[in-house]
């Protein structure tokens, strides 16, 4: 039974050759961590494997009339300018699946079984399947698949083989879980897909050994395999403190801990964690967290110190927020958020003479690392419909 989820270790000095992973510079010195099996699927540049449910398809039609006109043209004169020959806008429509309700997760298995024999069934008097299969072949040029997450994220999928065989995938497989490959976890910026992180795939006790060091001015980090050769570069270095933020919201928010470990346990599924520096959260009097709300009290503060406070709470915020559905009997299919608002202690700069008991007391319950004096201002646990999420 997993006890105890990690990202990275802190880093420490260590003596490494470099020469024996191709680099001939010698920097002053190196940095070592220790990453968990969770903080290489992050940072891994591979591609990941999930499943998405596909929800219907974007069928782009052949132009008609005077569009068609105009790409004739533009095909014999190409070196015609943009402005004067601008972009012919294609004719796209999506055919969707409107009223498919999620369901809370099964534990029979026979029952779960039957409940997809009975949406197989009943599949063919779907009006949107009807729609698709009754679209003229020949006026198309191109179909692909929409298919959306457990957290009502969409994905556009390009299909092989030709429009009609293209076509029939799309019916066979309406509101069927399909395969989808992803370039790697990391969607965009600060965006994770986490659903590629198997039961199989952790052992707490597991490392994986990261360096980090500067030749002439420029930041190198690279993941060690078993014989210490490169298994992997790091491109940014946003990458290595995006594992240190979120070590930092773990080790501060039990609620975040106890989430991320019972999707590691099979308890819920992991869909999505995102590191946002502008949560833009609105704090004041009306909205105050609740760590400040007892250090107002406790040190008696006037109303002039507290609005000062206050201003320095809306700035230099950082999200770490973890989505994820229930895995348990017939919980709530809906995505649970656990969010927390990490805050950097250097946004009290400006009022550190005025308050430095309070500033003392917010400084020791922050943890530093080298990506920032953090600690947590709120901790927030809920669905979309829910606590203002």
């Given amino acids: 039974m997993l006890s105890n989820a ?5 880093g420490t000095y260590i003596d490494f050759d470099l020469a024996a992973i191709g680099i001939n510079a010698k920097p002053k010195r190196v940095m070592a961590y220790n990453l968990s099996d969770i903080g290489r699927y992050l940072i891994s540049p591979g591609p990941i494997e999930v499943e998405n449910r596909l929800m219907g398809c974007e069928c782009t039609f052949k132009p008609t009339g005077w ?21 012919i806008a294609h004719d796209r429509r999506s055919f969707l699946v409107h009223h498919f309700m999620r369901i809370p997760s099964l534990g029979d298995r026979k029952l779960a079984q039957h409940v ?14 009807q729609e698709i299969a009754a679209i003229n072949i020949n006026d198309l040029e191109d179909i692909r698949g929409i298919c959306e997450d457990e957290g009502g994220h969409r994905t556009y999928i390009n299909l092989s083989g030709n429009l009609e065989t293209k076509r029939h995938y799309i019916i066979d497989n309406l509101l069927g879980c399909v395969p989808i490959t992803l370039q790697h976890a990391q969607i965009v910026n600060g965006l994770y897909e986490m659903r590629g992180l198997t039961l199989e795939g952790y052992r707490v006790e597991r490392q994986h050994r990261l360096l980090r060091f500067h030749v002439n001015g420029n930041f190198f980090a690279c993941l060690l395999n078993p014989v210490n050769k490169v298994a992997f570069w790091l491109d940014d270095i946003k990458d290595l403190h995006h594992l240190l933020l979120l070590q930092q919201a773990i080790e501060t ?18 869909l999505r964690l995102m590191l946002n520096h502008d949560m833009d959260i609105d704090y004041s009097h009306n909205r105050m967290p609740q760590v400040y709300k007892e250090l107002f009290h406790t040190l008696n503060l006037d109303s002039e110190k507290q609005k000062g406070i ?15 559905i229930s895995l348990e009997g017939f919980g709530d299919p809906r995505p649970i958020t656990s969010i927390s608002v990490l805050h950097d202690v250097k946004a009290l700069e400006p009022v550190r003479q005025d308050v430095p008991k309070l500033y003392a007391e917010i400084n020791r319950k922050a943890t530093r690392s080298e990506a920032g004096n953090y600690y947590l201002l709120e901790s927030i646990k809920g669905r979309p419909d829910e606590n203002g999420l």
């Fill in 116 to 129: 997809d024999r009975l949406r197989g069934m009943l599949q063919p008097f779907d009006p949107v399947v």
């Fill in 310 to 324: 206050i201003r320095s709470l809306n700035t230099h915020q950082m999200g770490v927020s973890l989505s994820y």
């Fill in 253 to 270: 928010n039990i609620v975040l801990k106890s989430s991320i470990e019972s999707c590691l346990q099979g308890d819920a599924q992991a």
């Fill in 6 to 10: 990690w990202i990275i270790t802190a």
């Fill in 67 to 87: 569009k068609r006109i105009r790409r004739g043209a533009a095909r014999l004169n190409p070196l015609r300018s943009k402005r004067e020959n601008p972009p």
